[in-house]
């Protein structure tokens, strides 16, 4: 990650500078419409998922969102910023999802219209899963930016502390499976409240083991699956008390609480990792904690 700043920071010095205002324009398109494929997408898996298996289903689909997060630096590493490389690569990937989808055996499902005419009805309806997308936006980029720099300031490499944050996201990728599973068998709002306070617990424990680094990532690797596993949880529930147009509607909602939370939680980390060199596991474990409480609050619904 860190040598993924420094190339990007390198590329704005190029001689071409004067044309990163084009960037402004195009990564707004580019942000618009993965977010529209990111809700459709959503819709259409859980429309399409039974009630037994919906979260595992939906846990698949996390874990290839994660995956995704976590190939993206890697690619660039590979490819270098400049050229026309990196870009024909992010290209070659976009057309095969559009093959894929574009297959004449492919059937999108029929969305009936909302039940609700304005979005502003569904953050009363589903407040936990709205919670649910603000925390987990908010820690993942926190965590994507600050991770390799806390374990720097701890004393580990360049190499390790990048490797550290490359082993959380193996651990969001590999261990929702098994807690998309264990969510369709088990109480989800029981298991979302065990995660939060497990989330928060772990995240306390970051200062304790973070020099040593055997230790350091095994805690990360099931700190990263469980953390993320709040979020795959409540998708499940989600798409189990919804369908159709409100279906739609809600995943709108939420997309954009996870916007929110991307631009928030940098913020937030930074301050608290100016007052106290663990602030980033800190302010992880207020942020945990605090969620927890949502859903004891809220008995029912999502």
């Known amino acids: 990650m860190t040598e993924f700043y420094k190339m990007t920071r390198n590329c704005l010095k190029c001689e071409k500078s004067a044309s990163i205002w084009l960037w402004f324009p195009l990564r707004f398109a580019l942000g618009a419409a993965s977010e529209t494929m990111l809700v459709m997408s959503e819709t259409w898996l859980s429309h399409i998922s039974d009630d037994r298996s919906r979260t595992t289903t939906l846990a698949i689909y996390t874990a290839a969102l994660s995956l995704g997060f976590a190939l993206g630096p890697v690619i660039l590493t590979l490819t270098g910023p400049h050229g026309l490389v ?15 989808v574009a297959m004449p055996w492919m059937r999108s499902p029929v969305l009936g219209k909302p039940t609700h005419p304005g979005m502003t009805r569904y953050l009363a309806l589903a407040p936990v899963a709205i919670g649910a997308t603000l925390l987990n936006a908010a820690l993942e980029t926190s965590g994507s930016s600050f991770l390799p720099l806390y374990a720097m300031q701890a004393g580990w490499t360049e190499h390790g502390a990048t490797l550290l944050l490359s082993v959380l996201l193996f651990g969001a990728i590999v261990l929702q499976i098994p807690i998309g599973w264990a969510a369709d068998r088990l109480n989800p709002r029981r298991l979302v409240i065990g995660l939060s306070v497990a989330s928060a617990i772990g995240a306390l424990i970051w200062p304790a083991v973070i020099g040593y680094p055997s230790l350091a990532y095994g805690l990360l690797f099931l700190w990263g699956g469980v953390f993320v596993g709040i979020y795959t949880v409540m998708m499940g529930v989600i798409g189990s008390r919804f369908r159709g147009g409100d279906l739609v509607s809600v995943y709108s909602v939420i997309s954009i609480a996870w916007g929110v939370g991307a631009f928030i939680g940098p913020g937030a980390t930074g301050l608290a990792m100016d007052l106290t060199k663990h602030g980033l596991p800190y302010f992880a474990a207020f942020a945990c904690a605090l969620f927890a409480v949502l ?3 809220r008995k029912k619904g999502a």
């Open 86 to 100: 990196p870009y024909l690569t992010g290209g070659g990937i976009a057309l095969v999802a559009l093959l894929s």
């Open 295 to 297: 859903p004891i609050l």
